[in-house]
């Protein structure tokens, strides 16, 4: 199915490329990379220009943190709330590489 505004959107690509908006881009004439996955190839883009990781390596890196902390840490209130984060961080961890 056609974008609503598809029309529209071609007009001021038209008039862009008579304009000569596209003249002196960046990489021009040179092929376009290598792509593994085209049709998920622009939301993987935005996924990884945004910092964006899987769940198992954000949990990781959350883990290594809290453990980093708890090594720092010396009230002994505070790490008690450590302890509860890094179980319940671990066993988010396990769940989530149980989903694959």
Do not use: W
Not at 50 to 57: I, R, T
Not at 66 to 92: K, N, Y
Request: net charge negative.
């Amino acid at each position: 199915m056609d974008h609503p505004l598809i029309d529209l959107i071609n007009a001021r690509i038209e008039a862009a490329e008579k304009d000569g908006a596209f003249d002196n881009l960046e990489g021009a004439g040179r092929p376009l990379p290598p792509c593994d996955d085209p049709e998920n190839a622009v939301m993987n883009r935005i996924l990884k220009d945004n910092g964006a990781v899987p769940e198992v390596v954000a949990l990781s890196r959350e883990l290594a943190r809290l453990r980093e902390e708890l090594r720092e840490t010396g009230d002994r209130s505070r790490r008690r709330q450590i302890i509860a984060d890094l179980s319940m961080t671990e066993a988010r961890l396990e769940l989530a590489r149980k989903r694959g």
